[in-house]
Structures are given as C-alpha cells and as structure tokens.
C-alpha cells in the first residue's frame, strides 16, 4: 500500500523559511514523479511543485519559482520541498501525492493519487 506523510509544517514569520518532507512507506519513491499542492480555507487545491523520476523538476506557480525548491533524498525514500522568504500567502495546508502517469506531473490534482493528510504552513507576524 503506498503512503506518504507530510511533516514540517508549522508557524513561522514573514521572509521565514521552513522545509517540508514527504516520507513514503509501502513503495520505492525514486520510481515515481512527486507533487506538493496546498490548499488555504476557501480556496481549491493548487500545485505548487512536482518532481520527476528523474530528479527534474517544476514549480508551477509564478510566486514561488524564485523561492520553493522541490528535491528528493532516495536513501531516505523522501521528497522534500524547501520554501524561502515566505509570506501570509503561501499560508494553507501542504499535501504530496503520486502522479497516475509518469512523466507527466499535472498540476491538475486528480492526476495524483495517495495524499498524504497534509501539514499546516501558517506565515503570519
């Protein structure tokens, strides 16, 4: 069965950074393309970056390119998003999930499958 879990989240001041991981159990991650999505209250869920098989990558959204950095770390089946210089509107909840196709990496949410349950980012002073 593959699961993730999002850990690294928590409250942090504006210009703060934090670093996100996605741990995955049940399966070998460096096989499969991984996403990170976050959703504030009231809001869709929206990509924000996604990372290949083969260790390239993408941010989706024009806010973050310049500061979120999405990696993985196969000996510890994890992937890990690195977020810079945040703001109040990068607050919400963070989730990683695994692409139905690979090498694809949609940022259209219903192409991934096995959602972690998520960790809280809150930028606030």
């Known amino acids: 069965q593959l699961q993730l879990v999002e850990s690294g989240g928590g409250l942090v001041q504006p210009g703060g950074s934090l670093r996100l991981s996605c741990a995955a159990s049940g399966f070998t991650l460096e096989y499969y393309d991984i996403g990170w999505f976050r959703q504030a209250p009231g809001t869709e869920r929206e990509g924000v970056s996604c990372?290949?098989?083969?260790?390239?990558?993408?941010n989706y959204l024009e806010s973050v390119k310049d500061r979120f950095t999405i990696f993985r770390d196969n000996v510890k089946n994890t992937v890990y998003l690195q977020m810079n210089s945040l703001s109040p509107e990068d607050t919400g909840v963070y989730y990683c999930a695994v692409s139905r196709i690979q090498g694809m990496c949609s940022q259209i949410s219903s192409t991934f499958h096995s959602w972690g349950q998520g960790t809280q980012v809150t930028v606030s002073s």
């Open positions: 990372i290949f098989s083969s260790g390239s990558s993408i």
